[in-house]
């Protein structure tokens, strides 16, 4: 069974141009109708740059608790290479010797586990 195409032949270059215009006039009407049926509610300039304002504070506080973070977090963790190193350097070498082997391990583990996931 065969259906009617939905394709409106046109013959000359005027009928193209009344079509286009008739259509962009239709699409237009549409458009400030749907407009006029549904309002819209703009804030105020102040009410966006107080959202900024806010934001950027609270982008600042997060950014300063995770320095103190990453600073607490380097102190301890030189402290501990330190002291591991002159005070016992038989541990010191043992961790080093083990996350040299687990390390890659755990990669290619991740990694597998991956490519599982992806392939189901």
Known sequence: MMTEDKIIP????QQQQDFDSNLIDKINKGLNQLDNTYQTY?????????MV?????????R????LIIFFISAITILS??????FKAPVIFIVLQVI??????????IHHRKQ???HDS
């Open 115 to 117: 490519v599982i996931i």
């Open 63 to 66: 950014l300063v608790k995770e």
């Open 99 to 108: 996350v040299t082997i687990s390390l890659p391990l755990g990669v290619y």
């Open 10 to 13: 046109l013959k000359k270059k």
């Open 53 to 61: 304002i806010k934001e950027k504070e609270a982008a600042r506080r």
């Open 42 to 50: 703009t804030p105020n300039v102040q009410w966006f740059e107080q």
């Open 80 to 85: 501990l290479l330190v002291l591991t190193i």
